[in-house]
């Protein structure tokens, strides 16, 4: 694997225009812009049929090869099939970091799995409706419905409270057991390792689900947690780091002298 930063990985993007909509393409790839270069950027399916039209600008504004694959039977994907024989010709370049795949359909779940064992980044994209085997096959997934690039206002974007986050059971259990892997003995947990450790119980985690733009907000208005913000030299911003509220630290025990 390659030494370069996540801003400098080469990633391979491949949409399924079968299961995405023209409408998220800006924000798509402004999202995959944060974990590296589109290197190559491909979309498939069948471009004789009226269905696929409305992606037609939408490619040569942001230099997208199609990739023509004809129906050949009613009923039958073949543009599935097309998508998945070029990512394994493109994994077995080495030439990639990973590979971004845009689809909400499960037909994909082995294809990241497989690109998963060869040790690459795997990065999914689709709907809330995705099913849960292709979420969970790739490293990290995110709901195109968060990146669609539209002006939201305060009023549109519905951020949930309190009330709501805590009784989401799931993501309260979520946060404790990513604190307790990543706490140190004080009980404390950097909140950069805590979204890590999150992500890799659960692919599709992103506080912008909840209607948050960060995950210390998130963090915060849940009110479960206690959160600290550590200052570096000079006034510089630094670590911050976030505790569970139920877990109380250790009271140091008292020292007891030796019997005489």
């Known amino acids: 694997m390659s030494s370069e930063t996540p801003a400098q990985n080469r990633l391979a993007v491949l949409i399924d225009a079968d299961n995405a909509n023209p409408s998220i393409t800006e924000g798509l790839l ?17 471009w004789t049929t009226p269905q696929l039209g409305g992606w037609k600008a939408v490619l040569l504004e ?25 990512a394994m ?42 099913p849960r085997p292709f979420v969970s096959a790739c490293d990290k997934f995110i709901f195109t ?20 986050l805590k009784g989401n059971t799931r993501l309260v259990r979520l946060f404790r057991s990513a604190i307790e892997a990543a706490s140190d003995e004080s009980g404390w947990a ?6 890590s450790n999150i992500v890799k119980q659960a692919p599709e985690f992103d506080p912008r689900n909840y209607g948050y733009s960060k995950l210390s907000e998130l963090v915060s208005e849940i009110k479960l947690f206690e959160i600290e913000k550590r ?3 000079k006034g510089q911003p630094g670590q911050i780091r976030i505790r569970d509220k139920l877990k109380k630290p250790a009271t140091p025990q008292s020292k007891i002298s030796p019997a005489r």
Do not use: W
């Open 190 to 195: 950097g909140l950069s390792a805590v979204g």
């Open 145 to 164: 419905e968060v990146v669609v690039a539209k002006e939201i206002s305060d009023d549109d974007a519905r951020k949930q409270k309190a009330n709501e």
């Open 30 to 46: 402004a999202e995959i812009a944060k974990y590296g270069v589109a290197s190559v950027k491909r979309i498939y399916g069948d």
């Open 231 to 233: 200052v570096q030299n």
């Open 62 to 86: 942001h230099s997208i090869q199609p990739i023509q694959q004809f129906r050949y039977t009613t009923g039958k994907n073949a543009t599935d099939s097309a998508m998945i024989i070029d």
């Open 89 to 130: 010709d493109l994994l077995y370049t080495r030439r990639f970091e990973g590979f971004c795949l845009v689809s909400s359909d499960s037909d994909f779940t082995r294809l990241a799995s497989r690109i998963r064992e060869e040790g690459y980044l795997v990065l999914g994209f689709g709907e809330r409706k995705t």
